[in-house]
């Protein structure tokens, strides 16, 4: 019933910059907070940076002044703009959303995931 679908992941060199996009779509009636999150090998997810409905962000320190978090309420879109890119920012990221979907005439609440897109920054 509901969908998120990560874009703008590639390869680039050190302090260059690359652009995540992340489209829910589906049986949307709402969504809460949107956020980003990181895994590189052999190490756990962490959160990167998260956006609520109205607009309230929170960044790993890692990321501040460096990352920058926006969404796009009337596109169900999140965005991720990274720049001065590093290499230890190589990682699989993963978009999610804690929203409320709609079946038949009932409401759900849910936390989803992306698939995953790849970022690779070599030095």
């Known amino acids: 019933q509901v969908q998120l679908v990560e874009s703008g992941g590639g390869l680039v060199q050190a302090g260059g910059s690359l652009r995540l996009s992340c489209a829910a779509s589906?049986?949307?009636?709402?969504?809460?907070?949107m956020g980003w999150y990181r895994q590189a090998p052999g190490k756990q997810r962490e959160l990167v940076a998260a956006i609520t409905s109205g607009g309230n962000t929170n960044y790993a320190d890692s990321v501040k002044g460096r990352f920058t978090i926006s969404r796009d309420n009337a596109k169900n879109t999140v965005y991720l703009q990274m720049n001065s890119l590093k290499p230890e920012d190589t990682a699989v990221y993963y978009c999610?959303?804690?929203?409320?979907?709609?079946?038949?005439?009932?409401?759900?609440?849910?936390?989803?995931w992306g698939q995953g897109t790849q970022v690779t920054v070599s030095s």
């Open positions: 589906g049986s949307i009636f709402s969504i809460n907070a």
């Open positions: 999610n959303a804690e929203l409320e979907y709609y079946s038949g005439s009932y409401y759900y609440t849910g936390d989803y």
